[in-house]
Structure formats: structure tokens, C-alpha cells
């Protein structure tokens, strides 16, 4: 009879201090510093936490303060036309480019998907810019799911300009830019002429500009790109 | 008890603080107290020993408005209208206001807001429409004008992001070694894309189209290529008030070498008023300004030492920050149902750590100061 009483005290002491570890455990864990989404890495899944090692973990330190709502660019800002070409991100589409595509379209065309799943589409509109007539080269992912840019340019339609070497166009170079049907007009930068031709066809843009880096006495000769507040 | 003295201590030093502004020079234009960015900048202890600039600076923007009682009189003679092929080169946007305000608002005339220059010599070159764009092409021509025309400083705002790798196309390069050849500097906003410049693609991209018969195809070539900053040109980013980078500021410290503040900026509106914005755009102004002081005070530096001495006393600003360390300890097993499992004590500890906000976004951290003029 004692020895059954002793074992049931005994049995009942263990259970006790079963159940006061338990308890203990809880509060530490709750009371004291009971881990948030916010500042511990401790996951929710308890299945988890049996497999989790006992080294210390720290939170990721914080990189830079996040942007402030109140550092967004207000009404005076525009944006920038000339977008960076970083990978095949879409890109935001600027102010300006917007207005120079809410114009009226004169002519498009879309280029086959190459080996990298990126397509172009060339669109030249009518403006109230200087130039009215721009041509908007952009490139697009197939992969890309929100349709947006990968990569979008804006320049004059109906010239380029032309940096002669020697300031003044030779014999050669003048029966090149007659071949072309291109005339030429002087800008304040000395030997840099804007080479003017039809502006109605991107291809014909590209074609233009490819003959005349291959003609004679040329620096260099580029589109006329547009500019915005940035 | 504590709180107290805290508070006692804040008062004193808020109080200190106006007296020490008080103790400098304040011009009594009624908004200058709202132009935070002349306290941070250090304006009223440059204005000590200089204030007027006889420098002559070209804005090259969407024009300035002429008739603003608080710009007129710093207005130079020389402007010119690349849009519209005039010799008046007024705003019809805006921006070009501001960013005139901001350089030489005329200053202790009892008026609206001071600029850094309190007389100024500001010549408007418009080569931004009513829309704020324009081309590449009236933007060479305007810089070759403005050093033609005796202009030491170009301030401007105009999109230069990043074309395959370089900042400038090939003419407005030119158009600034030409600048450059002639000792004049080139103030440009750094741009609001929120991207790291140090970054920019080597590699030129080289993108042709042409028919294969019925197909179009687009074809795409890659050539070796490096930013080329001429040594005239100054790329500024944007700073708030805490003295961080403004979220929306182009960065790198390769090629943006100095900040100012651009958030919250009060300035002069198209219409004869005064607004406030933000913008790499308006950080740009106060480096024009600045060096057009350094340079009116030391007339004999070139183009180089004008703009080392405002490297030379820009500042460092070092900010407390508390950085949240949390770590955990195995305490035991609990059983939680029919499982065990691990307890963790966690720990948070709240550790200040001085930081050098604009480290690794510019050079040293350089964020424009002019009290050491």
C-alpha cells in the first residue's frame, strides 16, 4: 500500500515537473521576447522549428532607408525621354514619350522576334515638337508578360547629324549626300550639319544612317534624339 | 527627471541655433526661412564674405520668365530661343523659372525667395519647349553659344540618361570639350531615374534593321565602349534634409561626384510666384551658384581650381542611425500536441551606428557646403 503510494507520489511529481518545464518553456518563449514577423527569423511552422539548428541568426541589416512617399518627383518633373537599356526589364514610360505617341501615327512596323525572344516595333509620329515627325524605336520580350518596353528611344524622323572631318563637305561626300537625296544645313557647332532627307519611313532612317557612316570624310553621324527634363 | 534635462538641453540647443543664425547675415526676402536648403548648405556664413556674382551663367532649360519682379534684375542681356529661333528665350513651362530662382532670386529686396547669388548675371538659352523636350542638336548649339557669348557657367537639366553606355551622344560631347577648351563648366543634373551611373553598360549596343525580303529583322552588335565625362562637366544628385540620397537620384561615384539638396525645394514659378519641387534639376542650381561665388571671389582660378576648392569644402555629413541586431539562443524543447519542439530566447538589441549616408553614392560623400568659402 505505502509502496503504491509512494509510486503514485512519485509518478505525480514527475508529471508536475513535466508540466512546470512545459510551462517555463511557454513563457520564455511568449513573455519574454516572443518572436514577430518583424524581428526574427524563428519560422511560424513548428515542424520547422524541430529541424532548425541552434546557431544564432541575425536579421539582415537594413541596406539604405527606404524611399520617402514625399520624394517622388512632383508635376515639374518630366522624366527622361532616353530610357537606359539595363536587361529585359520593362522600363517606365516617360512623360514625353507618352505625348509623342498620343500624336498621330504616319507609319509602323515590327521586326521579327530574334534568338533572344526580343522584338522591335518602329513607329514614327507627328509631333508639335520642333521636328514633327519622331520615330520611336522600341523593343519589346516575347517573355514579357506586361507588354511594356524593354527599351525605348525617340528621335528626329527626318535627319540625322553629320560631323564632317574637315568642316566642309568635299567633292566625294557632297555626290554621296546627293545619292542619298539628302541636303545639308550648318548647325552653330562648327562641321556638324543636320543631313536632312524624307522622314516618313524607319527604314529608310536606318538605311540613310547606315550609308552614311560608310561615306567619305564622315567623323561620325547620329540620330537627333530627344531630350526632356530629367 | 530625465526627460527634463532632455528637454532643456533640446531648447538650449534650438535656441543657440537661431541665435547663431541670427548672428549671420539674413537677407529679409519673406520665404527664406523656408528655404531649408540655405542653412544645410551653409549659405549664410558664405554670404559673409561673398554674395554677389559677377560670373556670367547660361540656364540652359525651357527659358526663365522675364518679367519676375524677383528674377529681372539678374537677368543678363544674352539670351536665345533654340526652339522658337527668338532673342527672348521666355519660360512657357516652368522649370527653367525655378531653376533661375534658386541660382540668383534677387536676394534682401524684401521679396519672395534669395537665390545663392544675391546679384547675379543669368542669361536664359531655351532649348526645351512648352512640354519640357527638345533635341540633342539645339542643346550642342546652345552650350557652343553660351561659351561663345563670355558665359563661365552652364547650368542644365536635360535628360542624359544613358544612351548605350554613354551619358552624351557624340555632338553634345563635342559641343562640351568645346566648352571645355574655352574653361567653361557645365553644371548638369545627375537625372531622377534612381540609378547607379558606376553601373552604365560597356558595352555598346548596336541595334540595325533591315528587310529580308518580306521579313523585317532586327540585328544587334556589341562594341567595347567607356562614359566619357569631360573634366568641365559636373554631375550633381539630389539630398534631402536628413542628409540622405534622395530616392530618386542618380547616383555612382564615378560619375557623380558631389550632391546638393533637391527634395523640397522652394523657388521662383512661371507667373511671378513661387512653388516648391524636387528634382536632381534643382540641385544642379546650387552647384552653378556656389561656383559662381568661388569664382567672383578668386577671379584668377581656371575652370579645374574653381571646381576643386568646391570639392575641396564640400562636406561629409556623418548621421546617427539605430540599427535593430536580433539574436536567438536553444533553450530547450517543449511539447507542443504530439511534438517537440526547439525553444528559442530571442533578443533584440538596438545598436547607433554613425554611417556616412552619402558614402559609396559620390566621392567621399561629398555633399555641397560653402562654409568654408
Same mark, same amino acid.
Given at each position: 500500500?505505502?509502496?503504491? %503510494?509512494?509510486? $503514485?507520489?512519485? $509518478? ?18 511568449? *513573455? ?61 514610360? *516617360? ?45 519589346? *520580350? ?17 535627319? %540625322? ?15 554621296? $549626300? ?42 561620325? *553621324? ?9 | ?13 534650438? &535656441? ?23 542653412? +544645410?548648405? @551653409? !549659405? ?55 531653376? !533661375? ?9 524684401? +521679396? ?70 574655352? =574653361? ?40 567595347? /565602349? ?14 534631402? +534634409? ?5 530616392? &530618386? ?6 560619375? #557623380?561626384?558631389?550632391?546638393?539638396? @533637391?527634395?523640397?525645394?522652394? /523657388? ?10 524636387? @528634382? ?38 556623418? #548621421? ?14 517543449? +511539447? ?23 558614402? =559609396? ?10 562654409? @568654408?568659402?
Amino acid at each position: 500500500m505505502k509502496t503504491s %503510494l509512494l509510486i $503514485l507520489l512519485n $509518478l505525480g511529481l514527475l508529471i508536475g515537473i513535466m508540466f512546470a518545464w512545459n510551462d517555463v518553456s511557454s513563457d520564455e518563449y511568449q *513573455s519574454e521576447d516572443a518572436p514577430t514577423k518583424k524581428d526574427t527569423i524563428l519560422p511560424d511552422d513548428e515542424d520547422a522549428l524541430i529541424e532548425e539548428s541552434t546557431d544564432i541568426h541575425w536579421t539582415p541589416e537594413r541596406k539604405e532607408e527606404l524611399p520617402r512617399e514625399n520624394d517622388k518627383n512632383d508635376s515639374l518633373q518630366k522624366g527622361s525621354q532616353l530610357q537606359p537599356l539595363k536587361s529585359n526589364e520593362p522600363v517606365k514610360e *516617360s512623360q514625353i514619350l507618352k505625348k509623342i505617341k498620343s500624336g498621330k501615327l504616319i507609319h509602323q512596323l515590327q521586326t521579327e522576334t530574334d534568338s533572344e525572344g526580343v522584338y522591335s516595333m518602329l513607329s514614327i509620329y507627328q509631333t508639335d515638337l520642333k521636328y514633327k515627325n519622331i520615330l520611336v524605336e522600341e523593343d519589346f *520580350s516575347a517573355l514579357e508578360e506586361s507588354g511594356s518596353a524593354i527599351r525605348s528611344i525617340a528621335m528626329a524622323a527626318d535627319h %540625322l547629324l553629320i560631323q564632317i572631318d574637315d568642316g566642309t563637305p568635299d567633292a566625294n561626300l557632297s555626290q554621296a $549626300l546627293a545619292e542619298l537625296e539628302i541636303q545639308l544645313e550648318p548647325t552653330e557647332t562648327p562641321g556638324l550639319y543636320r543631313a536632312s532627307f524624307d522622314g516618313s519611313d524607319p527604314i529608310k532612317f536606318h538605311e540613310t544612317q547606315q550609308a552614311l557612316q560608310e561615306a567619305p570624310g564622315l567623323k561620325f *553621324s547620329e540620330p537627333d534624339y530627344v531630350i526632356s527634363l530629367d | 527627471m530625465v526627460s527634463k534635462v532632455s528637454k532643456f538641453v533640446s531648447l538650449s540647443i534650438y &535656441f543657440s541655433l537661431i541665435l547663431d543664425i541670427q548672428a549671420q547675415e539674413l537677407p529679409n526676402d519673406s520665404l527664406v526661412q523656408m528655404q531649408w536648403h540655405l542653412q +544645410k548648405i @551653409g !549659405a549664410f556664413t558664405a554670404w559673409e564674405s561673398q554674395k554677389d556674382c559677377d560670373v556670367k551663367i547660361a540656364v540652359l532649360d525651357t527659358g526663365i520668365d522675364h518679367q519676375h519682379l524677383d528674377l529681372k534684375n539678374n537677368l543678363s542681356e544674352d539670351h536665345y530661343d533654340f526652339v522658337n529661333k527668338n532673342e527672348i528665350a521666355q519660360d512657357d513651362h516652368g522649370h527653367g523659372t525655378f531653376v !533661375a530662382g534658386l541660382i540668383g532670386a534677387e536676394a534682401n529686396n524684401a +521679396k519672395g525667395v534669395a537665390g545663392i547669388c544675391w546679384r547675379a548675371q543669368i542669361s536664359s538659352f531655351k532649348v526645351l519647349n512648352r512640354n519640357g523636350a527638345g533635341f540633342t542638336s539645339d542643346a550642342a548649339q546652345a552650350i557652343i553659344a553660351a561659351a561663345n557669348s563670355g558665359h563661365e557657367i552652364l547650368n542644365a537639366s536635360f535628360g542624359h540618361s544613358p544612351i548605350n553606355g554613354q551619358i552624351y551622344n557624340q555632338s553634345t560631347l563635342q559641343a562640351l570639350q568645346y566648352a571645355e577648351s574655352r =574653361g567653361v563648366l557645365f553644371v548638369n543634373a545627375a537625372g531622377n531615374s534612381n540609378l547607379d551611373l558606376n553601373r552604365l553598360n560597356t558595352r555598346k549596343m548596336i541595334v540595325t534593321y533591315a528587310r529580308r525580303g518580306r521579313r523585317l529583322v532586327r540585328q544587334v552588335r556589341y562594341v567595347d /565602349s567607356q562614359p566619357i565625362i569631360p573634366s568641365n562637366v559636373i554631375l550633381v544628385g539630389a539630398t534631402t +534634409k536628413e542628409d540622405q540620397r534622395s530616392s &530618386f537620384s542618380n547616383y555612382g561615384n564615378k560619375i #557623380v561626384p558631389i550632391a546638393a539638396p @533637391g527634395s523640397q525645394m522652394i /523657388s521662383t514659378t512661371l507667373g511671378g510666384g513661387y512653388g516648391s519641387s524636387q @528634382g536632381t534639376s534643382f540641385s544642379a542650381p546650387l552647384v552653378s551658384g556656389s561656383l559662381a561665388l568661388i569664382w567672383t571671389k578668386h577671379p584668377e582660378y581656371n575652370f579645374t581650381q574653381t571646381k576643386n576648392a568646391l570639392y575641396q569644402i564640400a562636406e561629409n555629413p556623418e #548621421v546617427k542611425t539605430i540599427k535593430h541586431q536580433t539574436s536567438r539562443t536553444f533553450v530547450g524543447w517543449a +511539447k507542443r500536441g504530439r511534438r517537440w519542439v526547439a525553444v528559442y530566447k530571442t533578443t533584440t538589441k538596438e545598436i547607433e551606428v554613425s554611417s556616412k549616408p552619402l558614402q =559609396g553614392f559620390f566621392i567621399g560623400g561629398k555633399r555641397l557646403d560653402l562654409k @568654408g568659402l
